[in-house]
């Protein structure tokens, strides 16, 4: 049985997962509510509807979409009360294909810099390095690459984290937090709490970057106590 996929959100984003999909042959089809240049004309444009969208299996969702959005609320309900549709996102479907050793930026200043500055530094080791995600390059753009890296640097948002299964990474690194994007989160916790998954999946051996803040410090040895190295940085 062919899988069906719906890509929510038709932008940079959107568009690199139609054409990781269609490269490996998979029905998929856009929809976004507002249109704008670039787009295909099998794209939907117009208000999302949730009954369509549950006859698929699976829901891409973009960063830009709302995670309160009423018919996004709709679909989680359906997908928690029977597993369908499976909700996604760009960095769940790099996940399940990329084997390489991951780096991962969040925060809510810097993460751009420091992703910039990982990769002018590793690109030095054998097989150099790529960066994507909120950076600018999509990620999955990377996997149709003939000689991709053996490690791969990705600048991760707050939208990212929050609409993605917890990721394995071996180095990540949380810069600082902000009062930022709380109209989205709805709270400060909740932001936090989104920035926080980047760690969720760490295990033995791998490393962990934290602020030296008090409120990191729970992470911090939740962390260790799974075998993490964890270094702290900033005043104190």
């Given at each position: 049985m062919t899988m069906r996929c719906a890509i929510l959100g038709m932008g940079v984003t959107g568009q690199s997962m139609a054409r990781h999909l269609r490269a490996q042959g998979i029905d998929c089809r856009g929809f976004d509510e507002r249109g704008g240049a670039g787009m295909t004309a099998d794209v939907t444009i117009g208000p999302f509807d949730a009954d369509l969208l549950a006859g698929f299996d699976r829901v891409l969702?973009?960063?830009?979409?709302?995670?309160?959005?009423?018919?996004?609320?709709?679909?989680?309900?359906?997908h928690e009360?029977?597993?369908?549709?499976?909700?996604?996102?760009?960095?769940?479907?790099?996940?399940?294909?990329?084997?390489?050793?991951?780096?991962?930026?969040?925060?809510?200043?810097?993460?751009?810099?420091v992703s910039h500055l990982l990769g002018v530094l590793l690109e030095t080791l054998d097989g150099g390095v790529e960066v994507a995600g909120n950076i600018g390059q999509p990620m999955l753009d990377l996997l149709s690459e003939r000689h991709l890296s053996p490690r791969v640097v990705l600048e991760l948002s707050s939208f990212q984290l929050q609409r993605s299964r917890p990721l394995h990474v071996d180095w990540a690194a949380l810069l600082n937090l902000q009062e930022d994007h709380l109209d989205h989160h709805g709270?400060?916790?909740?932001?936090l709490e989104a920035k926080q998954r980047l760690f969720r999946c760490q295990r033995e051996g791998d490393y962990a970057l934290l602020p030296r803040e008090e409120r990191f410090d729970a992470l911090a040895g939740e962390l260790a106590a799974?075998?993490?190295?964890?270094?702290?940085?900033?005043?104190?």
């Open positions: 969702l973009s960063p830009g979409i709302a995670w309160d959005h009423p018919v996004l609320q709709e679909l989680r309900a359906r009360a029977s597993g369908r549709p499976e909700l996604l996102s760009d960095l769940d479907l790099f996940g399940e294909q990329y084997r390489g050793r991951l780096l991962a930026v969040t925060g809510t200043n810097g993460k751009t810099t709270s400060a916790e909740a932001y799974r075998g993490v190295v964890v270094r702290r940085f900033g005043e104190g």
